[in-house]
């Protein structure tokens, strides 16, 4: 158990629909990273918060946002939904702000079927 | 964009056998890490090594890197049944001001027959 926790661990949903992922980071932990990964991307690094700031965007589509609250925890919202959207979102937490001092802590993962 | 490259994409080995993987990149990097996820579960973090550094050991995993080739090499040593997963490396390389990327490969899908 890494300490890291998202809900939902599944989720079904239609096209043009809108989620929202929650994550909530290792207790003291006040980076949180969002990742997605599908079969034909691999993991992707979509977005980066530090202490409720926004560190850094990776390839997050402007249908997606996301925000971290002053408790740490975060969501990820994502919007106008497609079929391609479908994939396991990873979040992942690291006391630090960056990768640079060690490892990320991953969570179990969202699964998002978009039908 | 993915930065690391694992080859092979699959290995398939003997328990008791050894098990090499091997990670490509194309930019300076911090650090490299290998990370393992098993079927539909979150990676877990196996072993980080930094750029200064050419070999580390943790238990059964010994870890190389070569920065001249930009390469690293993950090798499982009398592997288990409880192996079989997937393996991937992630270069953690500067972004910009106060945030480095950690980017994953496409993994190696490792088998373990008992």
């Known amino acids: 158990d890494s300490g890291v926790t998202q809900t939902p661990k599944h989720l079904i949903t239609a096209t043009g629909q809108r989620v929202t992922l929650r994550c909530s980071p290792r207790?003291?932990?006040?980076?949180v990273y969002w990742y997605q990964q599908s079969l034909d991307q691999g993991l992707q690094f979509l977005i980066h918060y530090y202490n409720g700031e926004e560190r850094a965007k990776g390839n997050i589509l402007e249908r997606f946002s996301a925000q971290q609250f002053p408790d740490l925890h975060s969501e990820l919202n994502l919007s106008s939904l497609e079929l391609g959207d479908s994939a396991l979102y990873f979040c992942a937490s690291s006391p630090r702000t960056g990768v640079v001092s060690g490892e990320l802590f991953f969570g179990e993962g969202s699964r998002l079927t978009v039908l | 964009s993915q930065q690391g490259e694992e080859d092979p994409q699959a290995l398939s080995i003997q328990e008791g056998e050894n098990a090499t993987m091997n990670c490509s990149y194309k930019?300076?990097?911090?650090?490299l890490q290998w990370y393992r996820q098993n079927s539909g579960r979150g990676l877990v973090h196996l072993i980080l090594i930094r750029s200064n550094e050419r070999e580390k050991h943790s238990g059964r995993l010994r870890v190389t890197l070569d920065t001249s080739k930009k390469s690293s090499s993950l090798l499982i040593t009398a592997s288990r049944a409880a192996d079989t997963a997937s393996y991937f490396c992630?270069?953690?390389?500067?972004?910009?001001?106060?945030?480095?990327?950690?980017?994953f490969g496409k993994g190696t899908k490792l088998s373990v027959i008992p």
């Open positions: 207790s003291g932990d006040l980076s």
């Open positions: 930019t300076s990097i911090n650090n």
């Open positions: 992630a270069t953690a390389g500067y972004l910009r001001a106060g945030s480095y990327q950690l980017t």
